[in-house]
């Protein structure tokens, strides 16, 4: 098994800390990581800045090939990935290899997106001298890259969202260099995989600032990542807190830049009531798994079902209480991760209007799901409910009619996922609903549960706030390389200054 140093990757250089935490693995040996200091963080944005004059002026070709690098390097120690992954996150090892081939293949899909070009959306308005009463200038554009990007790893992926996720890898393909703040759930998987990169820039003779690793166990870092002044937009995934507090950061900078946070989203389901009569039982059995898929830690997780009164939500209600009940304890990522669900399950059952219907027994690190139901009223008088709970929970909230359903997506606030169960006879009442929703979430989905992302050219991840922080971006699929370039005119320049790209 691979056994950690527990350094940063400074610009090519393993750099040890002056104080070390302690990994919290689900199973296995502990670790100990050096913690990071802001020093740390000035170094690697340095660098970042020094590797950027190359590297943001590269050739889609050679970044194409640095990306494939990665992906090689990251198979090259498969085994030891999923290993260490698996222990320091308690997720499985099927879910960590199929973590880790979507995190090679989305490397591999911006490889080949950048290689055609599109993305740079090359604009040409040719001269025209005799034009009257003004002639026009001859004008190119195209999309450039901002500069160096920090990417905060998130605590429920540890690879396809963390050190060479898909924040990396869009900074990467669009030409940016990437500062990593690593999360603290996952330190060991950090660090290999920062290791195959590092393999990568080696091997594709990149400048080492390209990319840098700095582990958690402070605070401040983060903080001073997103305030260094070389750093020009942040890539994160995580809590609501932490998040709004780093995007408050920064746009008090003397120069703001962008933020990229997602942040949360409870994705609701709209079960319309020709659908619900046809396939009830078979829409709860899906939603249950779809709840408790991953202990409930995606982002994705459906968590509130919306649903017309009577004895055929009752119906709905039992077959999901019964798959839920049927469902395993599961490990959970962390210790305060599964502190928070209890609290979000007390919140929940706090409320006055709220009825729990399932039960279950939670210790230590451990999850099991929760069930709970409520009316429209008592879900718009409170607006604790529409907040997320991380984990396995689910909220069934019942509607008299339409217009009350209709009310309850009103009321909604940004998602990354709306889901409608539809069946034909639906149809006409179901599209009053695609005005409202399509402007509450990044995704709009029909007969299907929202939990699988995939890595494409037409995905949106991302919403209006608090789904994340830039309603305008996605942070899954090519359209993800965007967020990392800012469009520039070039007027009248010789054919021999221009970029390579307009030539």
């Known amino acids: 098994m691979f056994h950690p140093h527990g350094n940063h990757l400074i610009a090519g250089t393993w750099v040890a800390g002056d104080n070390r935490f302690p990994s ?29 004059a190359s590297y943001g002026n590269s050739s889609r070709e050679s970044r194409a090939a640095f990306l494939n690098a990665i992906a090689d390097e990251i198979e090259a120690r498969a085994d030891d990935i999923t290993a260490i992954g698996s222990a320091e996150t308690g997720l499985p090892e099927a879910r960590l290899q199929g973590e880790r081939g979507r995190t090679t293949g989305q490397l591999r899909l911006f490889a080949e997106h950048i290689l055609k070009g599109d993305y740079l959306d090359r604009r040409h308005d ?35 969202f963390s050190t060479a996720g898909g924040d990396t890898a869009a900074a990467l393909a669009a030409g940016c260099p990437v500062v990593v703040k690593g999360h603290s759930a996952h330190p060991g998987t950090g660090e290999i995989v920062a290791e195959a990169i590092h393999a990568a820039i080696q091997k594709c003779d990149m400048h080492p600032g390209v990319f840098s690793l700095i582990q958690g166990g402070n605070r401040q870092v983060g903080a001073a990542l997103v305030q260094h002044p070389n750093i020009k937009a942040v890539g994160f995934t995580g809590s609501l807190g932490g998040g709004r507090a780093l995007f408050d950061l920064c746009a008090s900078r003397p120069e703001p830049i962008p933020f990229f946070g997602e942040l949360g989203s409870v994705n609701p ?82 409320t006055a209007g709220v009825r729990e ?147």
């Open 24 to 52: 919290e693995p689900a199973t296995g040996p502990s670790f100990d990581f050096s913690v990071g200091r802001v020093s740390d963080v000035d170094a690697a944005a340095q660098a970042a800045e020094a590797a950027f």
């Open 269 to 350: 389901m709209f079960i319309f009531d020709a659908a619900l009569s046809a396939r009830g039982d078979e829409i709860a059995k899906g939603w249950a798994g779809s709840l408790t898929m991953g202990a409930g830690q995606f982002c994705t997780n459906p968590g509130i079902a919306v649903l017309r009164a009577g004895p055929q939500a009752d119906a709905f209600i039992a077959t999901a209480t019964e798959a839920l009940n049927a469902t395993a304890p599961q490990t959970m990522l962390t210790d305060g991760i599964a502190d928070a669900y209890r609290a979000g399950q007390r919140r929940v059952a706090a």
């Open 357 to 503: 219907v399932l039960t279950t027994s939670c210790e230590a690190r451990t999850a099991a799901p929760y069930l709970f139901v409520t009316d429209a009223k008592t879900w718009l008088d409170n607006e604790v409910l529409a907040e997320e709970v991380f984990g396995p929970l689910g909220l069934v909230v019942t509607v008299e009619d339409a217009d009350q359903m209709r009310a309850v997506a009103e009321a909604l606030q940004g998602q990354l996922t709306c889901t409608l169960h539809v069946d034909a006879a639906d149809t006409d009442v179901a599209a009053t609903f695609i005005p409202v929703l399509e402007r509450k979430a990044g995704r709009v989905l029909a007969n299907g549960f929202p939990t699988g992302v995939e890595v494409s050219d037409s995905m949106v991840h991302g919403g209006p706030y608090p789904a994340s922080t830039n309603f305008g971006a996605t942070s899954v699929g090519t359209l993800s390389i965007r967020r990392f370039l800012r469009p520039v005119c070039y007027q009248n320049l010789p054919a021999a200054l221009l970029p390579e790209d307009l030539r």
């Open 126 to 160: 040719a001269a025209l001298p005799d034009r009257a009463p003004l002639p026009r200038p001859e004008l190119f554009m195209m999309q450039r890259p901002i500069g160096p990007v920090a990417v905060f790893g998130a605590s429920n992926f540890p690879l396809a």
